[in-house]
């Protein structure tokens, strides 16, 4: 039923140019893959927290945005990768109110609450790869599971 | 926020003055170098102007993130140094479902469900904060 089309993509991330069409691919592979109106929301909105961190924190890289399908759902799986210092210490950045710079430290924790998963990897020196991933939420129904 | 990349960037958004109040339609995607000159546009038109409030129109605004959440607080802030108050209008239930998710409540701002009703605050509120007697605007 959904395609792949117009969801996959690699997208540079060099400039606040560049937030805005990730936003834009983020919200129309998410309505292609059947995401409701809050939901589209909720991912574009992390997508340009992460986004923006990884122009702003890690100094420019990259966002790939995967299709991903499981036992008949329909998810979306962002992983946002720059080369850039890396996060020493990542329980402190992603506790709330936590800035390295002068934003307000809501991007990253509040990103991770926006989504279902959340993954971060990062070393110092090396760059940082966050990865999000959102399934679109299925009718209600007895799950067969194995 | 780093100033690393405020390049100008196309992009700029009007602000028209009705009476005692600016009023500022934001749509779309905005670019960040977009909102921070939004920002200097409101500081500078309050003080040449004297106006008293500043309505944002977001209705037609589909995400708001912490950068722009940032910006909508900081004129809120410079508004009121300047003597003017501040009413954020119309924002989608989607995107206040998202912002209470994100963590930003935004404490500072003035909200209103509709632009009608944003006006009908400022209107309300402004006299009370108006001294006696023109102010120093041409007559
Ligand atoms: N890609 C990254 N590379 C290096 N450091 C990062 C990266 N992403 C986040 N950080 C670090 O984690 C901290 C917290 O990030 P978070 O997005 O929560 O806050 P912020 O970007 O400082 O402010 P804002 O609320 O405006 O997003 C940052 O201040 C920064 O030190
Ligand atoms: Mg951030």
Wanted: net charge negative; proline share 5%.
């Amino acid at each position: 039923m959904h395609t792949a089309a117009g969801v996959e993509a690699c997208l540079p991330i060099r400039s606040d140019m560049d937030l805005v069409w990730v936003r834009q691919h983020v919200r129309q592979a998410a309505a292609r893959l059947g995401f409701g109106l809050v939901e589209q929301t909720k991912l574009v909105t992390a997508a340009s927290e992460l986004a923006r961190n990884t122009l702003v924190h890690g100094g420019g890289g990259q966002m790939e945005a995967t299709h991903l399908s499981s036992g008949g759902a329909q998810g979306l799986r962002l992983a946002f990768t720059d080369e850039g210092p890396g996060i020493a210490d990542l329980d402190q950045a992603l506790s709330d109110g936590y800035t390295s710079g002068d934003g307000l430290g809501m991007g990253l924790s509040g990103a991770r609450r926006l989504v279902h998963d959340f993954d971060i990897e990062s070393t110092p020196g090396d760059g940082t790869t966050v990865r999000v991933t959102c399934w679109v939420a299925q009718p209600p129904r007895p799950r067969e599971e194995a | 926020m780093s100033d690393a990349y405020s390049r100008p960037v196309p992009g700029h958004v009007p602000v028209l003055r009705l009476g005692d109040v600016l009023l500022v339609t934001l749509q779309g995607d905005l670019h960040d170098s977009t909102a921070q000159q939004l920002q200097q546009d409101l500081a500078e038109t309050i003080s040449r102007t004297g106006v008293h409030g500043v309505l944002i129109d977001i209705s037609g605004v589909e995400i708001v993130d912490s950068f722009l959440g940032r910006v909508l607080a900081e004129i809120a802030a410079q508004a009121k140094l300047l003597a003017a108050r501040t009413v954020v209008a119309g924002m989608r239930p989607a995107v206040a479902i998202t912002l209470a998710e994100l963590g930003l409540t935004l404490p500072g701002l003035t909200t209103a469900l509709s632009t009608e009703a944003g006006m009908e605050l400022l209107s309300q509120q402004t006299p009370a904060y108006r001294p006696r007697g023109p102010r120093q605007e041409s007559p």
